[in-house]
């Protein structure tokens, strides 16, 4: 019904920036926060920023100053701007949509299959 699709991982030496993109398609009436989580090997997945409809934001204490994260409600596009990054916040980020389905009027959250971002010299 809906997909998400992440795109923008890579390798990026330490000090360096990348940008992920997320676009959500399928049975949409609306989406309400969207959302960027990781998961390092051997941890936990953990929330790293999100957004609300209204622009509203949160980051993890870890990513505060470093990452900003965006959305664009009429491509509904989230994205995250990640600078200065480390090899700490080398994982796999996987975005999140908190979604009302077009048709039913359920909501529902989605998952995207998640990116690879690696941070090392």
């Known amino acids: 019904q809906v997909q998400l699709v992440e795109s923008g991982g890579g390798l990026v030496q330490p000090g360096g920036s990348l940008r992920l993109s997320c676009a959500a398609s399928g049975w949409i009436f609306s989406i309400n926060a969207m959302g960027w989580y990781r998961q390092a090997p051997g941890k936990e997945r953990e929330l790293v920023a999100a957004?609300?409809?209204?622009?509203?934001?949160n980051y993890a204490d870890s990513v505060k100053g470093r990452f900003t994260i965006s959305r664009d409600n009429a491509k509904n596009t989230v994205y995250l701007q990640m600078n200065s990054l480390k090899p700490e916040d080398t994982a796999v980020y996987y975005c999140?949509?908190?979604?009302?389905?077009?048709?039913?009027?359920?909501?529902?959250?989605?998952w995207g299959k998640g990116t690879l971002v690696t941070v090392s010299s």
């Open positions: 957004i609300t409809s209204e622009g509203s934001t």
């Open positions: 999140n949509a908190d979604v009302v389905v077009r048709g039913s009027l359920s909501r529902r959250d989605y």
